[in-house]
């Protein structure tokens, strides 16, 4: 058993929602193994209220989670990266910063929930459904046997995770 703390970074473009959901749940889920940040290319000016409630609504810590620029991140004083996951397709489509470390990509595409029209309660389940597909990938992420596998079957997993977590937001109403 290794000792070893992943540190991950979750990307999307405003780092609001998606991003900040992936960052409170691995760090919950994984507290042992890794360590998980969130950042955006265009991050906005605060994190949506909607992930805030959702995220409070699971008992999970919201105390300091501010949006931010993926540019804190590729600074030589930045942790260095062993994975990097993009969660919305705007932001895998985008060229990143070269992230000190060679960390391992992936990207896992979720619907945007605050881009989602609709009535105040319509909305809140519409970040309900996203918080739990999300809370599923990272389950599975934090369940890999990061030790006994090589950079290449890490990788080939972290796809078919994104793969399924593309499937799962297309055929779930």
Known sequence: MSDKVYNTLFLCTGNSARSIMAEVLLNNFGRD???AYSAGSRPGPQVNPLTIEVLQS????????????????AKSTAPQLDFVITLCD???????????????????????PSAFEGTAEAKRTYFDKIFRQIANR??????????????????????????????????TP
């Open 33 to 35: 193994r890794f360590r």
């Open 58 to 73: 699971a008992r999970l810590p919201v105390e300091g989670l501010r949006s931010k620029s993926w540019d804190e991140f």
């Open 90 to 112: 705007s932001a895998a489509g985008e060229e990143c910063p070269l992230w000190p470390g060679q960390p391992i990509t992936a990207h896992w595409g979720f619907e945007d």
């Open 138 to 171: 990272i389950k599975i992420f934090n369940s890999l046997p990061l030790t006994t596998l090589d950079r290449v079957a890490i990788k080939h997993e972290l796809d078919a995770l994104g793969s399924e977590a593309t499937q799962t937001s297309a055929t």
